[in-house]
């Protein structure tokens, strides 16, 4: 049965929504309050990652993110503020921070990323992408320390386990296949079921896609009002309009909770800001790579070397901290030789929030307190890898149909 269907969000994980509903026949609509698309879904390292079956919230993770905070030039940035919900979201992560949640979640997250990346690759066909905004090549996780070492052939132990190849290389065979890595590089682990592409790319062909096939896009259009009638929402009240609607997915990454609470929700997210810098330099790097000390990624796009990174926790904050940015620049020139990030290149960082779940897996179903409203958000850094899995899942609950993969694991309503 066709239904009118509401998306609130216009990021990667709203627009895979509207694909999936619009494939299978419902009237869509989506409302994005930003004029253009921007954030995390343009600023992202456009990696598809099996590979990243690990959640965020996991053992050690309180001790070494205290280690970072102490550090200026680390990772991690926390902006001290008096805010209760911060203290509750950080009070639950500290809870999920162990063996249990990882044991759970990681058969989810790989089941989640893996389908994915399969649901992108048809994707690529069905809309006719252009074949060099994507590789099939893997991703190399690349280490300088031995103590980085250990850890990554434990993780890639692990994930043999489950399915998943990863090739430890040593700083010779890394060479081979990478000649362009520093002298500092000790080694990486080839995770060679990851692939990569280029986000606006993407973007630019999905957006011609659903404008073509009759989805009804609205940008700059700022949700103010959700009216609730008998448990559903009958009306939704924007800057410049009000709708009818019989289904709504709010798929508005880390602004999700803000509008979850017009409707009595209270969704436990935080934003995680992260930044990238784009080098139109001559390079050979011919691999994507996560760089495991700096927690930075660097990706080969089409025309560009893309530097992403940092996790800065100072909530909707849209400043731009020097700091991380000087940090990204640093580790890409450590890594890889010749590198060079140049003052143009700084002054062109921008940035985009990662919607951040205690537990580090996303919500991802239909809420038990308002009948009519799937949420779809919380993805954290692996939105881009699980946007098609989630718009199909999403379009599966609307539809009444069984979902491609178990829920329960990613319930908006699960106990955290």
């Known amino acids: 049965m ?15 929504c509207a694909y999936y509903l619009n494939k299978a026949g419902h009237a869509v609509r989506l409302i994005e309050a930003s004029d253009t698309l921007k954030g995390a879904s343009m600023i992202n390292a456009g990696l598809f990652c099996p590979s990243h079956f690990i959640p965020l919230a996991s053992p050690g993770m309180i001790a070494q993110s205290f280690k970072w905070i102490l550090n200026p030039s680390s990772p ?13 979201w950080g009070y639950h ?14 058969i989810p997250l790989y089941n989640i990323t893996l389908y994915g990346k399969s649901l992108f690759e048809k994707f690529l066909t069905e809309v006719g992408v252009e074949k060099n905004v994507y590789s099939n090549k893997g991703l190399l996780m690349v280490y300088s320390t031995a103590i980085a070492e250990k850890k990554e052939r434990i993780i890639a132990e692990k994930a043999e386990t489950i399915g998943l190849e990863a090739k430890l290389l040593n700083r010779d065979q890394l060479l081979e296949i990478e000649p362009s890595v520093g002298e500092k590089v000790r080694g990486a682990v080839h995770f060679t079921g990851d692939s990569h ?11 011609e896609y659903l404008t073509q096939n009759g989805v009804s896009l609205h940008f700059g259009e700022k949700v103010e009002e959700m009216v ?3 448990g559903k929402i009958s009306k939704i009240k924007t800057n410049l309009s009000t709708y009818d609607t019989d289904e709504v997915v709010l798929a508005a990454g880390a602004w999700s909770s803000g509008i979850a609470r017009m409707m009595g929700i209270r969704l436990m997210l935080e934003a995680g800001k992260g930044y990238k810098m784009d080098l139109n330099v001559n390079h050979t790097i011919q691999y994507p790579s996560i760089l495991i000390e700096p927690q930075v990624a660097i990706t080969p796009m089409k025309g560009f070397l893309r530097v992403t990174g940092r996790m800065e926790l100072m909530g909707l904050d849209t400043s731009i901290r020097k700091r991380g940015i000087d940090s990204l620049a640093l580790a890409a020139g450590t890594f890889y030789k010749g590198l060079e990030v140049t003052k143009s290149n700084m002054a062109g960082a921008e940035y985009g929030f990662r919607p951040l779940t205690p537990d580090g897996l996303p919500y991802i ?3 038990l307190k308002v009948k009519n409203l799937c949420i779809a958000t919380g993805h954290g850094m692996l939105g881009w890898s699980m946007a098609t899995a989630t718009g199909k899942l999403i379009a599966e609950i609307i539809g009444n149909e069984t979902p491609s993969l178990p829920l329960d694991s990613f319930h908006p309503d699960r106990k955290l």
């Open 365 to 367: 179903g239909r809420s």
């Open 76 to 88: 991690l940035y926390v902006k001290p503020r008096w805010n209760t919900g911060f203290f509750k």
């Open 197 to 207: 592409s280029t986000p606006k790319a993407v973007v630019d062909f999905l957006l």
């Open 2 to 16: 066709q239904k009118e269907v509401t998306i609130i969000g216009g990021g990667i994980i709203g627009l895979f």
């Open 228 to 230: 609730l009638t008998n």
């Open 93 to 106: 992560f500290a809870l999920n921070a162990n063996q249990k949640n990882v044991d759970k979640s990681q």
